[in-house]
């Protein structure tokens, strides 16, 4: 029986089947409402072609001339690499004021078919032909790769290329305890090993994010010969602030480290944090014993005082 997972051609070869499978054709097509002629048809392109020979046929033919001259799709693909984050239109317009006539669809065909019709595309290829060649990049080319890479940041895709390269540090709301209030949990993990450490706190602030760092993060990476180089956070006001007045990133500044932040409403980074933080709720919070929160909590906290909220 034959088989294919071409759709296109799916119903053709369904008559074929169906006919072998009943071993009767009149029926087969009484069956798929086709005709004995389109049956005898399609076997007899079988027969002549195999299962190729089913796919329909265009009868229009590419026309050469239609195609613009190679010069003019050579400005447009070097252009492409050179001003990767102009539009087609753009680049249609700074195109003539060089003396190249090409119009905006004419732009947006020379990309697809050079694989250049997106800003991502185009990127890689600026990538590509840097690495090839060694050029020095332009000021509107590093701007374009810096605008990347902070939308990669945004949609959850972070470079990292060694422990300690990259941080990812994020508040949780654990829960409440009586007689003490809202508990939170400073997170912070490292984007290359995954290695997350955490704190319990009774406040959110510049304070506690910076203690977190001090007292957990920077100890562990000194103790391994290992810098601290960028640490991505959202843009909450623990993290965020006047730089000369926030302790947050006075801590940063003092210790050289890069302080990226996230952009507002994008929310796919905090899936770094989510393993480490889906835990840090109030169900977690009721297995942890007054030994557990010393330094943290106050000792007069009674065991199992806990409630949910």
């Known amino acids: 029986m034959l088989e294919t997972n071409q759709t296109i051609i799916k119903h053709k070869l369904g008559l074929l089947n169906l006919a072998e499978e009943l071993g009767n054709v009149s029926k087969a097509c009484k069956v798929m409402g086709l005709s004995r002629d389109t049956f005898y048809r399609y076997k007899a392109a079988v027969d002549e072609g195999g299962v190729d020979a089913l796919f329909d046929k265009t009868r229009r033919k590419p026309n050469a001339k239609n195609r613009v001259d190679e010069e003019v799709e050579d400005a447009v693909v070097a252009y492409a690499i050179e001003q990767p984050a102009h539009g087609q239109v753009r680049v249609s317009n700074e195109l003539r004021k060089r003396g190249t006539f090409v119009s905006p669809s004419g732009v947006r065909s020379i ?42 940041v945004a949609s959850g895709e972070i470079e990292t290329a060694h422990p300690g390269y990259l941080g990812s540090q994020d508040t949780f709301y654990v829960g409440t305890l009586k007689g003490v209030g809202r508990i939170y949990q400073q997170t912070f993990v490292d984007t290359y090993s995954k290695v997350a450490c955490a704190k319990l706190y009774t406040t959110k602030t510049p304070i506690t994010a910076a203690d977190l760092l001090n007292d957990k993060v920077l100890p562990l990476f000194e103790e391994h010969g290992l810098p601290m180089l960028r640490i991505l956070t959202d843009r909450g006001t623990e993290y965020c602030g006047r730089p000369e007045q926030h302790d947050y990133q006075l801590y940063l500044a003092v210790n050289d480290i890069e302080h990226t932040k996230t952009k507002a409403k994008s929310p796919q980074t905090n899936g770094i944090h989510w393993p480490a933080g889906k835990r840090s709720d109030a169900d977690r919070l009721r297995t942890l014993s007054p030994h557990d929160l010393a330094g943290v909590l106050p000792s007069r906290v009674p065991q199992g005082c806990v409630r949910k909220h």
């Open 111 to 152: 990309w697809l078919r050079h694989d250049l019709h997106n800003f991502k595309l185009r990127l890689r290829a600026l990538e590509a032909s840097v690495a090839e060649t060694g050029a020095v990049l332009t000021e509107a080319q590093v701007v374009a790769l810096e605008r990347k890479r902070e939308d990669d």
